[in-house]
């Protein structure tokens, strides 16, 4: 079988060959790896599964505007000076006086997918995914302030209801057009999560996300691609409710904060779950032999009759020991 082939019997809930895997890094643990293996290219020996494509503007995804400081095409500014791959946004381009009035990027304009033909053709034995992250709730947060959002959704639901009205309306142009293209996957990222729960509670969730991700999900699928969300947290007490939207696939699968065995046998056959390797506890405080046992048994049993891409649950961070890594890879390579 070709890795999409893999991919899509996976998510079909059919048994590939071998588990579909992916594996991504933050710039300290990639380092750390080019150093470990002595190769610079090692990332493109790993036999990943997927393609990934962001539907961005041709000329930069970030644009650093002084050194550290990186804008995003909404106008948003992120710190970067300790994380250096997302950062921490540090204004406030949106409120309820201009709400209205404040302008978005253009999702329809073609040179957003200009580079999608050319990328899919380039690795058609892979499954292609579009990513498009801070799709909701984190695009909200990151436009008018984390604790403005959660207070608006008690105390000023006009506002909360205008500016995700208006950050969907920019999503549905991006999904219409990206899903014009040769993709297998669209994938949402939008973070609901904490360790213990959902941020905004499931009821809120319910009232302000919930409709507007299954209007999402119902156009993804209405041009017969699959449905992909990343959401950090314990939000396993939504997943009837993601099930209903029309998610097919769930990301990343923490199992500090989920039984991820449960999650299989209660959901698998509805959800095909994509993540699960530990990367709070396994691969930055395990041994290798435990690193190994850990992914054999992932691939066992949750990947028995498909419903499961092997990953660890999230892009592994800095922390993660180089030989754990390693042996994580060495088992996923050798099924």
Known sequence: MTNRERVLA???????????????????????????YGDPDFEEKLGNCFTWLRPHPPEARYTEVRTDLWQDEFGVLWDRRIDKDIGVVCNRLVTPANVDTFELPDGHDPARYGSFDGTIAANEGNAVLVSLGFTLFERAWTLAGMENVLMAMVADKPYINRLLDRILEFNLAVIEKACAHNIDIFRFGDDWGHQRGVLMG??????FIKPRFAQMCQVVKSKGKFTMLHCCGKVNELFPDMIECGLDVFNPFQPEVMSVYKMKARYGNALTFYGGISIQRSLPFGTVQQVKDEVRRLLDVVGENGGYIASPSHDIPRDARPENIAAM???LQNQ
């Open 202 to 207: 499931p009821d809120l969730w319910r009232e």
């Open 10 to 36: 996976a998510i079909r809930h059919q048994a590939p060959d071998k588990v579909p895997y992916d594996i991504r890094f933050t710039q300290p643990a990639h380092a750390r790896m080019v150093e470990y």
């Open 329 to 331: 890879i060495e088992v």
